[in-house]
């Protein structure tokens, strides 16, 4: 079995996997319950598995969460959990910018979509929205511009006469009210955002790429970029499981 974690900045993602690659528990936790109690108490389930458990692999960009889900994981099961940072990622991905400047999550995208025949631009939709790029098994570099959600509950938080706002698709426009000038603005101008940063990234490489979007927005964007996209919102997690299961 496999148990596979991906740390974000917003959220935790962890998965146990048998041994045929099903399954088998999907745990979601928000950053405002990362505490000893908290987590040890999501992942008591871990006790009816631990005798069965060939591999513990996470992705984190949050060093004190990860430092609790370590120890909280090594108390209940006694096995060690490895970062897939530290790896030895040479066989997967020819990392072509400097290797300590990037999220491991972005990695284990990164490596979720190489085959060594096709490019790829990966959008991820988190704290951050990141445009990551990989060219057959080369790994470029990116481009970080702020998150979605981030930016939003931002204006929310400093201006007082926003109200909360659910972001959604809209071909309005023009807003008749606040609500619908904030939903469109945040909708077109994020979309004329990833178009546009793809655009340039298109020009600076002269190549053509397959578009992977994954995060939480992925498939709001989906319809208002140009070209070969999907989304895969489990991107980060089978890049990780890829490496877990060399």
Known sequence: MYLIGDIGNTAIKICLFNNNLKLIKNIKIHKKNINKKFILQKLLFLKNYNLKINKILFSSVVPNSYKIIKKTIKEITKLN????KNYNLKKFINIRVNRKQIGSDR???AIAVIDNKSNYIVVDFGTATNFDIVIKKDYIGGVLAPGVELSLKNLIDKASLIPKIKLEKTTKVIGKNTKIAVRAGFYHGYSGLIENIIKLILKQTRKKFKIILTGG??????SSIKGNKTVDKNLTIKGILKVALS
Do not use: M, S, T
């Open 217 to 222: 927005f992925a498939h709001l964007f989906k």
């Open 107 to 109: 990695l284990a995208n």
């Open 81 to 84: 959990c490895e970062e897939l």
